[in-house]
């Protein structure tokens, strides 16, 4: 009896030490057939690759033609006002229907109190962006300065190659080719996790390129605008690249229209020569390949659609203003780096100022303060309030006199800048009064001229009706003017609507 169960022991013990052996057998063939599969595949993908950049090659050697690009499209030619009208003092007349605001009791030999809110200290922001660590740590180093992060790249050294002195189709082309034989994979796919670690948009993420040429290229611009041209190609965007006797242009296709940016059309298809370091070009006339890299289809999308900063080396500007007897003193918080990542921005249209987020660093401590401003009070002196606040505490002078080109400026730039004008003004203050009132707000583009218009629940004086609603005109750029006040030499002018999302 112990001996037969002896033996099951011994029976069971073996089927048991078997049978993981079998399982692992077999998971290895599994494996290895897996591998052999994707080494197959990645075969097969490598042989496309070299096949497409071979075609490619063969393509940029002999397509070319010789095109203007066009100056860029100018806004509005109609000029601005060189100095803000001031309205006449008018009696406020609040509706009975709102809250009416508390008496203000001031003696005549007094000044009236600073009303200062407490400044807001910003808290840490959960999407605030930060760069990865790159895993595999193989090839050339390069580390870019990105708006005041720093960030790192490894890169495959044939990446770095030389280039004729003497530019022509077959220099680009003989380029294209020894750039096509690099290991760029891994390049690639360091570019995409910082792009998504930075929370960057499609100009954001053609910048950071950029960056990365200038590193590997410190001294060959035309080398930079190569290298970018094949990354961005590499990774799906419709670039392409100009040239003249002695200067490479980076050309690309935008969802937006660009402003004062030259261009080209081909297949009814704007192609910009954007500019990635701050250079002004003016092309004229250059030469380009007609067609483009097969898959790569993307165009930039210029929407400033995330308010993440770092967070790092914020300033502050204190502004000043008065509003129904009392003094004010708001603290506006800026981060320069960002403000420096705005400036890259081509000029755009208002729209997108209009619906472009505002950075934490800047809105957190301006919206709470302003908050506490107009607590308690009705829907009109609330927005008269914001309307007091960027009419006088912003200083005012036309882009022209400022910058010595037209210059949209988004908000956290117009509290950056010492000058704003009548756009940048309506911005800023369509942004507050979204956020802090919740109102609809449209824009108002007159000739030379930029306002808004805002929907109360009881309009008074000027107005616009836009899809069925009455929305008051509010000019950020006419001094006192209150809600319902157009500019005088605009009051007999039909503005065009931009709306708001």
Same mark, same amino acid.
């Given at each position: 009896?112990?001996?037969?169960?002896?033996?099951?022991? %011994?029976?069971?013990?073996?089927?048991?030490?078997?049978?993981?052996? %079998?399982?692992?057998?077999?998971?290895?063939?599994?494996?290895?057939?897996?591998?052999?599969?994707?080494?197959?595949?990645?075969?097969?993908?490598?042989?496309? !690759?070299?096949?497409?950049?071979?075609?490619?090659?063969?393509?940029?050697?002999?397509?070319?033609?010789?095109?203007?690009?066009?100056?860029?499209?100018?806004?509005?030619?109609?000029?601005?006002?060189?100095?803000?009208?001031?309205?006449?003092?008018?009696?406020?007349?609040?509706?009975?229907?709102?809250?009416?605001?508390?008496?203000?009791?001031?003696?005549?030999?007094?000044?009236?109190? %600073?009303?200062?809110?407490?400044?807001?200290?910003?808290?840490?922001?959960?999407?605030?962006?930060?760069?990865?660590?790159?895993? %595999?740590?193989?090839?050339?180093?390069?580390?870019?300065?990105?708006?005041?992060?720093?960030?790192?790249?490894?890169?495959?050294?044939?990446?770095?190659?030389?280039?004729?002195?003497?530019?022509?189709?077959?220099?680009?082309?003989?380029?294209?080719?020894?750039?096509?034989?690099?290991?760029?994979?891994?390049?690639?796919?360091?570019?995409?996790?910082?792009?998504?670690?930075?929370?960057?948009?499609?100009?954001?993420?053609?910048?950071l390129v950029h960056k990365l040429s200038a590193a590997i290229y410190p001294s060959s611009s035309n080398r930079q605008a190569l290298l970018t041209w094949f990354i961005l190609t590499k990774a799906g965007y419709r670039s392409r690249i100009a040239y003249s006797e002695n200067k490479v242009y980076l050309l690309m296709p935008s969802r937006h229209q660009l402003y004062d940016t030259p261009f080209f059309t081909f297949d009814n298809q704007r192609y910009y020569a954007v500019s990635l370091d701050g250079t002004i070009h003016k092309p004229g006339r250059v030469y380009t390949y007609d067609g483009h890299y097969p898959g790569a289809d993307r165009k930039l999308d210029m929407r400033l659609d995330n308010k993440a900063t770092q967070g790092e080396h914020v300033n502050t500007r204190n502004l000043r203003f008065e509003f129904a007897g009392n003094d004010y003193e708001i603290d506006v918080a800026y981060e320069k780096s960002r403000v420096d990542f705005?400036?890259?921005?081509?000029?755009?249209?208002?729209?997108?100022?209009?619906?472009?987020?505002?950075?934490?660093?800047?809105?957190?401590?301006?919206?709470?303060?302003?908050?506490?401003?107009?607590?308690?009070?009705?829907?009109?002196?609330?927005?008269?309030?914001?309307?007091?606040?960027?009419?006088?505490?912003?200083?005012?002078?036309?882009?022209?006199?400022?910058?010595?080109?037209?210059?949209?400026?988004?908000?956290?730039?117009?509290?950056?800048?010492?000058?704003?004008?009548?756009?940048?003004?309506?911005?800023?203050?369509?942004?507050?009064?979204?956020?802090?009132?919740?109102?609809?707000?449209?824009?108002?583009?007159?000739?030379?001229?930029?306002?808004?218009?805002?929907?109360?629940?009881?309009?008074?004086?000027?107005?616009?009706?836009?899809?069925?609603?009455?929305?008051?005109?509010?000019?950020?750029?006419?001094?006192?003017? !209150?809600?319902?006040?157009?500019?005088?030499?605009?009051?007999?002018?039909?503005?065009?609507?931009?709306?708001?999302?």
């Amino acid at each position: 009896m112990a001996f037969r169960l002896y033996i099951k022991i %011994i029976f069971s013990t073996s089927a048991l030490l078997s049978a993981p052996v %079998i399982a692992i057998s077999d998971f290895e063939a599994w494996k290895m057939q897996q591998q052999q599969g994707m080494q197959q595949q990645k075969s097969e993908f490598q042989q496309y !690759r070299d096949a497409r950049d071979r075609e490619f090659t063969d393509f940029l050697k002999q397509q070319w033609k010789d095109v203007s690009l066009l100056h860029g499209f100018v806004r509005d030619e109609n000029p601005k006002p060189v100095v803000m009208p001031v309205a006449k003092p008018e009696p406020v007349k609040v509706p009975v229907t709102q809250p009416l605001p508390k008496p203000i009791i001031t003696e005549p030999d007094i000044t009236p109190a %600073i009303v200062k809110p407490e400044p807001v200290v910003i808290p840490p922001q959960p999407d605030k962006p930060a760069p990865v660590t790159v895993e %595999i740590q193989k090839g050339s180093r390069a580390r870019i300065d990105f708006f005041g992060t720093g960030v790192s790249f490894y890169y495959d050294p044939k990446l770095k190659q030389s280039l004729s002195a003497r530019l022509n189709e077959t220099a680009v082309s003989n380029f294209w080719s020894e750039l096509s034989r690099a290991d760029y994979e891994p390049l690639l796919s360091q570019l995409d996790k910082q792009a998504d670690a930075l929370l960057l948009n499609d100009w954001g993420y053609a910048l950071l390129v950029h960056k990365l040429s200038a590193a590997i290229y410190p001294s060959s611009s035309n080398r930079q605008a190569l290298l970018t041209w094949f990354i961005l190609t590499k990774a799906g965007y419709r670039s392409r690249i100009a040239y003249s006797e002695n200067k490479v242009y980076l050309l690309m296709p935008s969802r937006h229209q660009l402003y004062d940016t030259p261009f080209f059309t081909f297949d009814n298809q704007r192609y910009y020569a954007v500019s990635l370091d701050g250079t002004i070009h003016k092309p004229g006339r250059v030469y380009t390949y007609d067609g483009h890299y097969p898959g790569a289809d993307r165009k930039l999308d210029m929407r400033l659609d995330n308010k993440a900063t770092q967070g790092e080396h914020v300033n502050t500007r204190n502004l000043r203003f008065e509003f129904a007897g009392n003094d004010y003193e708001i603290d506006v918080a800026y981060e320069k780096s960002r403000v420096d990542f705005l400036n890259t921005y081509p000029q755009l249209d208002l729209e997108l100022y209009f619906d472009s987020k505002v950075g934490n660093t800047t809105a957190s401590p301006l919206l709470d303060q302003l908050s506490v401003a107009i607590e308690g009070m009705g829907e009109q002196e609330a927005v008269n309030f914001l309307l007091r606040f960027v009419q006088t505490s912003l200083k005012y002078k036309t882009d022209e006199r400022q910058f010595g080109q037209e210059n949209y400026l988004f908000p956290e730039e117009t509290i950056y800048y010492p000058y704003s004008d009548c756009e940048d003004r309506s911005v800023l203050f369509a942004w507050l009064v979204r956020r802090l009132l919740g109102l609809e707000v449209v824009g108002l583009s007159y000739p030379g001229h930029v306002a808004t218009a805002v929907h109360l629940k009881q309009s008074t004086g000027d107005y616009i009706v836009h899809e069925g609603k009455r929305f008051s005109v509010a000019d950020p750029t006419y001094v006192n003017a !209150r809600a319902g006040m157009t500019m005088p030499e605009y009051r007999n002018t039909r503005p065009d609507v931009i709306r708001i999302q």
